[in-house]
């Protein structure tokens, strides 16, 4: 059978992961955190009070890692070129056997969120079957709010988004999914809806340029992992215990308040199976 790009890129990171992690440890007393557009990576302000609160909290240097795409962010945790990262529940319920959870976002008082169908203001679709034929826009093809929810949606029909839509786009970022719509760029998207929810309160006329087609179930939240081969470790354990104590922290409730979040919690792995069984509907229709 054919291994997919991200069988294979999981298959090949596993292979380096603990190698690579050993040896940046040695070289370095740096925490490299990496990011992905989960992460409201644009505000300045907030990547600075998140730094200096990890640097408090765990005695050293932080460098915070982004980048454009989840498959980049997810290739250098795998690889041990980060030590941990906010990734995306599409990738790590793929690469799970290699990774481990650290900590869950807490978000209206649950670690859960969904994935929203948005389109133009006026348009009058109440669901997806009515965006058939669109310019569609996702986030990002390993996003599970951005992309997968939604083609998993289409695979229970026997459709898939090539099909289904005229055009499918990617913006690489949730605010550019919802930028795309509003602007006209893209008649509907597919949408993080805790962004769209923070974007409500931060830029409410480029929410008001859109609505709400349809929500998803909840899934479990973009999670915070590592390796497998770093749970276990005093740094990962130290990242675990500041991530939770932020809400009674100044300065890591700053930083909630930031992102619009509870806090920080302990889950289990199953919190992702509803995403895992995604990932499998949509591999059946591909296979």
């Known amino acids: 059978m054919r291994r997919s790009r991200r069988e294979l890129l999981t298959a ?80 790590y319920v793929v690469s799970r056997a290699h990774l481990a959870l650290v900590s869950v976002p807490v978000w209206q008082q649950r670690p859960l969120y969904r994935s929203y169908l948005i389109c133009e203001r006026n348009r009058t679709a109440s669901s997806l079957e009515d965006l058939g034929g669109d310019v569609h826009a996702f986030s990002d093809p390993d996003s599970n709010s951005g992309w997968l929810v939604t083609a998993a949606a289409l695979a229970r029909e026997g459709k898939t988004p ?75 354990l130290r990242l675990q215990t500041a991530l939770r104590q932020m809400p009674d922290d100044e300065d890591g409730q700053s930083v909630l308040t930031m992102l619009r979040l509870d806090g920080f919690s302990l889950q289990q792995s199953s919190l992702y199976d509803t995403i895992a069984e995604e990932v499998s509907v949509v591999r059946g229709l591909n296979r």
Request: aromatic share 10%; charged share 20%; glycine share 6%.
């Open 12 to 91: 090949f990171a596993s292979l380096t992961a603990t190698a690579a992690a050993s040896k940046a440890c040695a070289a370095s007393d740096e925490y490299r955190f990496g990011l992905t557009p989960v992460f409201l990576t644009s505000d300045q302000e907030l990547l600075s009070r998140l730094r200096a609160y990890l640097e408090r909290k765990l005695d050293r240097r932080v460098r915070l890692v982004s980048r454009r795409t989840y498959q980049e962010i997810t290739a250098l945790l795998l690889s041990g070129q980060v030590d941990a990262a906010w990734i995306c529940g599409y990738p």
């Open 162 to 236: 090539d099909r289904f839509f005229a055009q499918s786009i990617f913006t690489y970022g949730h605010r550019n999914v919802i930028r795309a719509v509003g602007a006209g760029l893209a008649q509907s998207g597919s949408v993080d809806g805790y962004v769209y929810e923070v974007m409500r309160d931060l830029e409410p006329d480029l929410i008001g340029a859109t609505r709400i087609v349809e929500r998803s179930a909840q899934l479990g939240f973009p999670p915070i992992a590592c390796t497998a081969a770093a749970a276990a470790s005093p740094l990962t």
